[in-house]
Every structure is written in C-alpha cells, then in structure tokens.
C-alpha cells in the first residue's frame, strides 16, 4: 500500500535559517509525491510535486524539495524560513487505484518560525 | 484563478440529523473528492467520484455517507445520520482538467466545519 511518513509532529526555526520538513515514502512503482501547506482555519493549498525528471524541484513561497529514491525521501525545505512560513505541512503520495487521483497524506508536521 | 468553494463554512448540528455539505468543483475537471480532518490532524480521504459514480471509498465512508452529483456544477456529501465522532472539517477537492494530461494534484476548498452535538 502506499504511504507517506513524516517524522515529526513539529519543527521549530529561527526566522532567516533554513528549515526541513522531512517525509518518506512507501510505494510500489514510481511515486508521485506532493507537498500541501494549511494555514489556521483555511484549506489545503497546494506547494509542489514530483512526477518525474529533476529530483529538485521547486515550488510556492520559496520552497523546494529533493527526491532521494535510495532513501525513499521527498523532504520540504526553504533556505530562509518566514515568520509567515509557519503553519501545517503535508506530504502526500497519490495512490494507484484505477480511476483515481487520490493523494494519501502524513500525519502533518506544524512548523514554527520564530522572530 | 478557478478555485473549489464549499458551502456552509460551518454548521452545528444535532445527533442523528442530516447535514448535506455542498460543493463546486472547478469547472472542467473530471475527478471529485471528499476528505476530512479532525481537529488539525490527519487529513483522511472518504470518497473519490468520477465518471457520476464513486471510484473508490474509504472505510470511513460507511452506509451513514453518500455523495451525488445532482447538476454540472454541484457536487454534494450527504451523512444521513449524524453521530458525535463525525465532527470535523470537511474538504472538497477536484483534479484533473478534462482534455489534459495527469497532473496530479488536488485543488481544495477551504472547507465545511461541521460540530455535532
């Protein structure tokens, strides 16, 4: 089945440092793997993928993440973390039932940036 | 920019009542989904629906649950009965644009808070 973990319930970092939301993967085949943010109170917004090509791939506000497939990895990261960074983050595997896009999601990791 | 709209953004409910969540996808995607999320945790999938027929469901989404698509536009979860564990924030999500290759992901309403008391 696939899945996707994410280690820790909360990362906190300075305003100006970088920061690392980690996720790893458990899939069969090639994965496709996603990022999601979720502010207080509002919906899930989409931040990046990887399908295929470039293990680095970039997305919204200055993030980015790195596909490791020898470590089964697709962590989050931004090398200078916001106060306005700070919310949910989810990664997420989509999953391989036919007819479906359907995006299986980690537990969620809160990231603080602090001033 | 297209985006997915839910309606209520919250509503209070009585055990046992039903409660009809309503949805508008962006237009022209073909795939439909309702997820769900208690109280910031774990975002939990519940059912997908393509083609006007659910393609896949979860465990969650047991007899109590349905989802329809009444019109072109709309697209609704139903809990006939409602129970106190079914609290939580209800997403509606869509994906995929008809005559588009497979991109992948899934754009969100900002969802449907529903309290059961």
């Known amino acids: 089945a696939q899945s996707v973990a994410q280690p820790e319930d909360q990362v906190k970092v300075a305003e100006g440092n970088p920061l690392t939301v980690k996720c790893t993967y458990s899939v069969s085949g090639n994965p496709y793997l996603f990022w999601y943010v979720q502010y207080p109170n509002r919906g899930l917004q989409f931040l990046l993928k990887y399908i295929t090509g470039d293990n680095l791939v970039k997305g919204s506000y200055g993030f980015e993440a790195e596909f490791n497939k020898s470590q089964t990895s697709f962590h989050l990261k931004k090398p200078s973390a916001l106060v306005s960074d700070s919310a949910l983050y989810f990664c997420a595997v989509r999953g391989l039932s036919y007819n479906t896009d359907k995006l299986i999601f980690g537990t969620g990791t809160r990231l603080q940036v602090f001033p | 920019e297209p985006e997915v709209t839910q309606t209520p953004s919250h509503q209070v409910t009585q055990m046992g009542q039903e409660v009809i969540l309503r949805c508008v996808p962006i237009s022209n995607h073909l795939y439909f989904y309702w997820y769900r999320q208690i109280l910031g945790q774990k975002v939990e999938f519940l059912v997908s629906f393509y083609n006007n027929e659910i393609s896949e469901k979860s465990e969650i989404f047991d007899d109590q649950f349905s989802v329809e698509r009444p019109d072109g536009s709309n697209f609704t979860l139903k809990i006939r009965s409602t129970k106190l564990e079914d609290s939580a924030m209800y997403f509606c999500?869509?994906?995929?644009?008809?005559?588009?290759?497979?991109?992948?992901?899934?754009?969100f309403g900002e969802g449907s808070r529903l309290t059961v008391l």
């Open positions: 999500a869509s994906s995929t644009q008809e005559g588009q290759g497979d991109t992948g992901e899934l754009f």
